[in-house]
């Protein structure tokens, strides 16, 4: 993907409401900026962020600091997000959570679309579809066929109800019909090591914490989730090239801010965080992470977020998930 800062548009509007008043447009961002991060410390997501505001603090000559908000699957970092200053100093970043977690609550604290605005999308990774190397199957095909022939009986790990390795396995099921049994762990390590020693026989999990396995032949990657191949296994198939239609399932990482943001602020905080994520050093500091960034205008986001949100609301739906 790439992104085209002329197709954002600024409204030539001169002035922008910020906490200390009113302010040139050209001034902002006049003060220091936070990032919200809804997850822990050293997390991918985390990392991310934390490689692009050097950056940004460079390009402003205004000091940008990450807070983390972890608790309650990204909620608590959401809502926290939602309820700060819609002036343009208070950016948000999350995962596919942001548009899965409103399906899997009754009373959900935010909504992706009403309560944000979006930035850019800064980058993705690519699950995979894993199985023991004892397991006698070497193709997305074989393991459909094994499947059908033992409905019911294999197993399928993930980190927990309504997680994405849950729903992206949900979602297998949905197109290509298969009866396999959900196996929630409390830890990768734990699903890993089940895995590993054939105790369940299907993962799918994101890209870069597999690969060492991968490579040392503990595990053995059948496809890719994502729409194209990852450059880090190149000979696995992607889910649709293996004859899963209209299977696409990725770890995404975008950035947003308050509903209300001034769209001046928007266009000042898209435009820098894109040319942030054409640094050489980011991209080296992203593909090491195992993630592509990609740099995406608001606009495409937006449109983005709604298809996720509709995607994953029917895989809750007919998973049998119950919103609590």
Known sequence: MSCHIGNWRAAAVPFLLCA???????DYPAR?????????????????ARVLTPKLTEA???????????????????????????????????????????SLQKNPPYHPVNDFAPVSLLAWTNGVLLVPPSLPVKSVKDLIALAK??????????????TAGHLNMELFKNLTGIDVVHVPYKSISQAQT?????????????????VPHIQSGR?????????????????????????????EAVSW??????????????AKLHAETVRALQKPDVQ?????????????????????????????????????????
Do not use: C, H
């Open 60 to 102: 402003w000559g205004q000091q940008v600091i990450v807070e983390n908000r972890a608790g309650a699957g990204g909620n608590i970092g959401a809502q926290a997000a939602a309820r700060s200053r819609a002036d343009g100093y208070t950016l948000f970043v999350n995962t596919p959570a942001f548009a899965v977690n409103p």
């Open 32 to 48: 220091p900026l936070k990032i919200i991060v809804p997850f822990e410390v050293g997390g991918t997501l985390d990392t991310i």
């Open 284 to 324: 080296q500091r992203y593909t090491a992470l195992g993630v592509e960034t990609v740099g995406s205008t608001p606009d495409y986001l937006a449109k983005y977020l709604q298809a996720e949100m509709t995607k994953w609301a029917d895989v809750v739906k007919r998973s049998g998930l119950r919103p609590e």
């Open 194 to 210: 089940d895995l590993i020693s054939g105790r369940v026989i299907l993962w799918i999990t994101s890209l870069p914490g597999a």
């Open 149 to 162: 022939a033992q409905p019911g009986q294999l197993t399928y790990a993930s980190t927990g109800n309504g």
């Open 20 to 26: 200390g008043g009113i302010v040139a447009a050209q």
């Open 219 to 247: 595990m053995r990657a059948l496809a890719v989730s994502g729409s194209t191949r990852s450059p880090g296994i190149p000979t696995v198939p992607t889910m649709q090239e293996a004859g899963v239609r209209g299977y």
């Open 253 to 266: 990482y975008g950035m947003f801010v308050p509903a209300g943001t001034p769209r001046e602020a928007i």
